[in-house]
């Protein structure tokens, strides 16, 4: 039982970043775009949150600091594809690329060092019941941010006047322009608010998961954010289920490896991996369903007067 409770707290540890990005993105394809550049804007908020981390000692400010650096690659990649009417696909790719590479510069002097900040979050009194204790009240505070977060975006897009209005810039932004509401200023604000989300991810990888600056520490978990999007069929709290069904997943490698079980670990650090293409398989399979849920101008551009 002890066994399964640490599972289930590294399962929710692990899934934290993947929703926080996969809800960041959800919200830019609520309105239509499509940002391929995950990946890109979680490195670079990973790497400039640790830093923050590193020399204040303070982790709500190496979050904010990647919040800012998720935003502002946001911004640029709205900024060519919202006004500049690039293409959405490839410039979110040189967004990923240039995020990768940014990194990779800015992190030369933070590798190999670690953080010196007290991780420890335990909830008084419920994180010493027996099972749920350990399993779900000793997690960081940001892994119950997520799970309002997710709460928060469903009510918006579902409940309240702007969300409805930004959905339906999602579906027709011709008709919402014809309306009188300024579609490219919403997409673009929608566009630096999942560009946020995505960067509190990267620095929850730095700065929670794995205290430390490594190059390429996000390891494909922008990719994964992406294709929960399609997995959830754009609903944040299925979304945040299958954020933690990949989590899960990922762990199972680690937890089966300290079981000795014996598989040879490239098999088992390509598990969660091989899910996402599994499940995209079964996804693809019905089309339909897809369109019937997916925001009809989606990776879309939109020309005001055209």
Excluded at 52 to 58: A, E, K, M, P, R
Excluded at 63 to 72: C, D, K, N, P, Q
Excluded at 102 to 125: C, E, H, R, W
Excluded at 269 to 291: D, E, F, K
């Amino acid at each position: 039982m002890n066994e399964l409770a640490l599972l289930i707290a590294a399962t929710l540890s692990a899934g934290t970043p993947l929703a926080l990005a996969g809800l960041g993105l959800l919200i830019n394809e609520k309105v239509g775009v499509v940002n391929l550049g995950a990946e890109g804007m979680m490195l670079m908020a990973a790497v400039v949150g640790f830093a923050v981390g590193f020399h204040t000692g303070n982790p709500w400010l190496a979050f904010a600091a990647g919040a800012v650096a998720g935003a502002l690659g946001a911004a640029l990649f709205g900024l060519l594809v919202i006004w500049l009417n690039t293409n959405q696909y490839a410039t979110g790719l040189a967004i990923s690329l240039f995020g990768g590479g940014f990194s990779a510069f800015v992190g030369v002097a933070y590798v190999g060092k670690k953080l010196d900040i007290q991780l420890n979050y335990a909830v008084p009194g419920l994180s010493e019941l027996p099972f749920v204790g350990p399993a779900l009240f000793k997690q960081h505070p940001m892994v119950y941010l997520t799970f309002l977060a997710a709460l928060a975006i469903a009510w918006f897009f579902g409940r309240t006047r702007t969300g409805l209005v930004l959905r339906s810039v999602g579906e027709s932004p011709e008709s919402a322009h014809g309306l009188g509401y300024r579609v490219r200023l919403m997409r673009m604000a929608c566009v630096m608010a999942g560009g946020a989300l995505c960067g509190v991810a990267g620095a929850y990888l730095s700065v929670v998961y794995a205290p430390l600056w490594v190059e390429g520490m996000v390891a494909g978990r922008g990719w994964i954010a992406l294709a929960l999007t399609v997995f959830a069929t754009w609903r944040p709290v299925r979304l945040l289920l299958g954020a933690y069904l990949f989590g899960g997943v990922t762990m199972l490698q680690l937890q089966l490896q300290g079981m000795g079980v014996d598989v040879p670990a490239p098999i088992m650090s390509m598990l969660p991996y091989l899910a996402t293409v599994v499940v995209l398989v079964l996804i693809s399979r019905n089309p339909g369903w897809i369109r019937r849920n997916m925001p009809a101008s989606m990776g879309k551009p939109f020309h005001p007067g055209a």
